[in-house]
Nanobody, 122 residues
Framework: EVQLQASGGGLVQAGGSLRLSCKTSGLSFDDYAIEWFRQAPGKEREGLSCISDDGTYVADSVKGRFTMSVDEAENTAYLHLINLQPDDTAVYYC?????????????????WGKGTQVTVSS
C-alpha cells in the first residue's frame, strides 16, 4: 500500500525558509513521480512541483523559490521553500503517481498524503 505523509510546516516570517518532507512507503522513486501541491483558504488547489526519474517540473508561480529533492535512502521527498511571502500561506500536500515523467503537474495523482500547514507572517 502506497502511503505518504507531509510534515515540516509551521509559522515563518516573510523572507524566511522551510523544508517540507514527504515521507513515503510502499513505492519506489524509480517508478513513481512525487508532486507537491498547496491549497489556501477559498482558493483552488495549486500544483507546485513534480520530480521523477525522468525529470523535474516547477510551476512558474514558484520557480526560483521552491525546489524539490529526493532522498531514496530515507524514502523521503522534500520541497525546499525560500523567500516565503504571506501569499504562500496554505496547506501543502504531497502526492504520488506511478509511471509519470513530470512534463507538467498532474492533478489526478492516485495517492495523496495529509497536508502540512505553512503560515507566513508579514
Amino acid at each position: 500500500e502506497v502511503q505518504l505523509q507531509a510534515s515540516g510546516g509551521g509559522l515563518v516570517q516573510a523572507g524566511g525558509s522551510l523544508r517540507l518532507s514527504c515521507k513515503t512507503s510502499g513505492l519506489s522513486f524509480d517508478d513513481y513521480a512525487i508532486e507537491w501541491f498547496r491549497q489556501a483558504p477559498g482558493k483552488e488547489r495549486e500544483g507546485l512541483s513534480c520530480i521523477s526519474d525522468d525529470g523535474t517540473y516547477v510551476a512558474d508561480s514558484v520557480k526560483g523559490r521552491f525546489t524539490m529533492s529526493v532522498d531514496e535512502a530515507e524514502n523521503t521527498a522534500y520541497l525546499h521553500l525560500i523567500n516565503l511571502q504571506p501569499d504562500d500561506t496554505a496547506v501543502y500536500y504531497c502526492a504520488a503517481e506511478a509511471w509519470y515523467s513530470c512534463p507538467t503537474i498532474y492533478y489526478g495523482a492516485d495517492h495523496w498524503g495529509k497536508g502540512t500547514q505553512v503560515t507566513v507572517s508579514s
